[in-house]
C-alpha cells in the first residue's frame, strides 16, 4: 500500500470517528431534553387519560404523548440552539486547543442546526397532524376497530391536508412570484416546496413574537412581583390573611349549616371555593414568614433586572435600525461554512456573549408569558393535571412556531451577530431591507408603548393601595375601586 492511500484510509476513519462521535453527542443531548419534556407533559395531563379501561384509547393516547414529548424537545432544543452556538463559539476562542473540548467544533454545531431545522420540518408536517387526527379518529364506518383502523383513517386525512396545503401554498407563490420558474420549483418537494413552506411557517412565527414579546415584557413585572415577596410598604399580607379567614369561615357556616337555603348542587362548588381559600392561606402564610432580606432585598432585585434587561433590549434594537440605515452589513445573513471559534461575534467578548445569551432567554420567556397572557390564547394554557390532549397539541405546535422562529427573531433583531447557520439562513424575506427594518421599528415602538402603560399604571396602583387610598369612598382617577371580596350574612 502506498503512503497516499494509508494517508487517505487514515483521513477517512478519522473522519468515521468523527461522525460517530457527533452522533452519539447529538443523541445523548436529545434524550436529556426528551426526558425533561416527558416529565413536564405528564405533570400537566390528565391522569384519567393514563387509567381508561379501553385499551385501544390508551394506547392512541400513549402514541399521541409520545409524539408530543418528541415535538417540545424539538422546541426546547430550538431555544437553545443559538445561545449554545454563541457560548460555544467563545469557549473555542478562549481554549482553542484544549484536549478536554475538542468535541466541540464547527461540524457538531452546524449538525444541531441541520438536525433542529429537519426535526422542526417533521414535527410541524406530519407528527403533530397525525398526533392530533390519531386522537380524534374513530376509523371509517364498516371498517374493523382497532388502532389500525385508525391509522388508516389518520393517513387519508393526513394526504388530504397535505393536498390542500399544497395549493394553498401554490397560490401563495402565484401572488407573491408569478413566474415560470418559481412555480415549477415547488414541484420539488423537499428542496424547495418544504422550505418554501417552512419559510411561511417561520415568518408567522416571528411575526407571533413581534405580538407575544412585547406583551410579555409588560406582563414580566406583574408575574415576578406575584412570585416574590413584596416589602410591608407595598403588600400588606396581614390584612390579607385576616380576609382570607374571613372568607374561609364564612363559607365552612354555609356548608356545615344544615337549615340554609343554598341549593345541594351549590355544595360542591362550596367546596372547591374553600380547599382554593386554604390553599391561598397557605401560601401567604409562606409568604408572611419570608425573611427580611427576601422580603426588602429580593423583590427590588429583580424589578431592577427586568426593568436593566428590557430596556438594554429597547436599546439594542434602536442602535440597530440606524445600523440598517447606515450599512448593509447589519442585515440578518446566513454563514455557509462550518468553522467556528476564529472571531468573536460580540465586541464585549465573553461577557458580551453572556449577555446576548441572557436577553434571547429572556425575550423567549417573555414571548411565553406574553402569549398565555394574550386573550386570544389565554385558553390553551395548561393545567396542572388537568390538560386534555388536544390542548397538549396545540401547546406544543405554538411553542414549536415560536421557538423555531427564535434565531430569526434575534439576528433581525440586531440581538447578535452570531449568523444563521444551515437552512435558517435560507430564507428569502430575510433580505429584505423594508420587512427587516419595519420589523425592528415596529418592536421597539410596541415595547415602549406597553412598559410605558404597564409600569406606570403598575406603580400609580401599588402607591395607591399603599396609602389606602384605595379604601376611599370616591373612585380614584386610573385606578377602579377595591370591591369587598366577603358579604357576611
Keep these: 500500500m502506498e503512503a497516499a492511500d494509508y494517508e487517505v484510509l487514515l483521513v477517512r476513519e478519522q473522519l468515521f470517528h468523527e461522525r460517530v462521535r457527533e452522533c452519539i453527542i447529538s443523541t445523548l443531548l436529545f434524550a436529556t431534553l426528551y426526558i425533561l419534556c416527558h416529565v413536564t407533559l405528564t405533570r400537566f395531563k390528565k391522569p384519567a387519560d393514563f387509567t381508561t379501561v379501553d385499551d385501544e384509547d390508551a394506547t392512541v393516547d400513549k402514541i399521541a404523548l409520545e409524539l408530543c414529548t418528541f415535538t417540545l424537545a424539538v422546541a426546547l432544543a430550538a431555544v437553545l440552539l443559538l445561545p449554545f452556538s454563541i457560548l460555544s463559539n467563545e469557549v473555542l476562542l478562549c481554549l482553542p486547543r484544549n484536549y478536554y ?41 364498516g371498517s374493523k376497530k382497532g388502532v389500525l383502523g385508525r391509522v388508516y383513517e389518520t393517513v387519508v386525512m393526513l394526504l388530504l391536508l397535505s393536498l390542500l396545503v399544497l395549493g394553498m401554498v401554490w397560490v401563495a407563490s402565484a401572488i407573491v412570484d408569478n413566474s415560470k420558474t ?26 407571533l413574537l413581534l405580538v407575544c414579546v412585547p406583551l410579555g415584557l409588560a406582563q414580566m413585572f406583574s408575574v415576578t412581583g406575584r412570585l416574590l415577596v413584596k416589602p410591608r410598604l407595598l403588600e400588606d399580607l396581614e390584612e390579607q390573611l385576616h380576609c382570607s379567614a374571613l372568607e374561609e369561615a364564612a363559607l365552612t357556616r354555609r356548608m356545615c349549616n344544615p337549615t340554609s337555603c343554598w341549593l345541594p348542587q351549590d355544595m360542591k ?15 401567604l402564610e409562606k409568604r408572611q414568614k419570608a425573611s427580611a432580606w427576601q422580603r426588602n432585598l429580593g423583590y ?52 458580551g456573549a453572556i449577555v446576548q445569551v441572557i436577553l434571547i432567554l429572556y425575550l ?54 452570531f449568523d444563521l447557520l444551515g437552512d435558517f439562513g435560507r430564507f428569502n424575506w430575510l433580505g429584505n431591507f423594508y420587512i427587516v427594518f419595519l420589523y425592528n421599528a415596529a418592536f421597539a415602538g410596541l415595547t415602549t408603548l406597553c412598559l410605558v402603560k404597564t409600569v406606570t399604571g403598575a406603580v400609580r396602583a401599588e402607591l395607591i393601595r399603599a396609602f389606602g387610598l384605595d379604601r376611599l369612598p370616591l373612585p380614584v382617577s386610573g385606578f377602579p375601586r377595591q370591591h369587598s371580596k366577603t358579604r357576611l350574612q
Aim: hydrophobic share 50%; glycine share 6%; aromatic share 12%.
Design 364 to 417: 423567549m420567556l417573555s414571548s411565553v408569558v406574553g402569549f398565555y397572557s394574550s386573550p386570544l390564547f389565554r385558553g390553551l394554557q395548561p393545567k396542572h393535571r388537568d390538560t386534555a390532549m388536544t390542548q397538549i397539541i396545540g401547546n406544543c405546535v405554538c411553542l414549536l412556531v415560536l421557538s423555531s422562529a427564535l434565531p430569526i427573531f434575534s439576528c433581525t433583531l440586531g440581538l447578535t451577530h
Design 300 to 351: 427590588p432585585l429583580a424589578m431592577l433586572c427586568l426593568l436593566l434587561l428590557t430596556g438594554l433590549s429597547v436599546l439594542i434594537v434602536a442602535i440597530h435600525i440606524l445600523e440598517l440605515l447606515i450599512d448593509e452589513a447589519a442585515m440578518p445573513r446566513g454563514m455557509q461554512g462550518t468553522s467556528l471559534g476564529q472571531v468573536s461575534f460580540s465586541k464585549l467578548g465573553l461577557f
Design 101 to 141: 473540548i475538542q468535541w466541540l467544533n464547527g461540524s457538531l454545531i452546524h449538525g444541531l442546526w441541520n438536525l433542529v431545522f429537519l426535526f422542526s420540518h417533521l414535527s410541524l408536517v406530519f407528527l403533530m397532524p397525525f398526533a392530533y387526527f390519531f386522537t380524534e379518529s374513530e376509523g371509517f364506518a
Design 182 to 207: 418559481s412555480r415549477e420549483s415547488l414541484y420539488d418537494l423537499w428542496e424547495y416546496y418544504l422550505p418554501y413552506l417552512y419559510s411561511c411557517v417561520s415568518f408567522l412565527g416571528v411575526l
Design 269 to 283: 362548588l362550596l367546596h372547591r371555593q374553600v380547599v382554593t381559600l386554604q390553599t391561598q392561606r397557605l401560601v
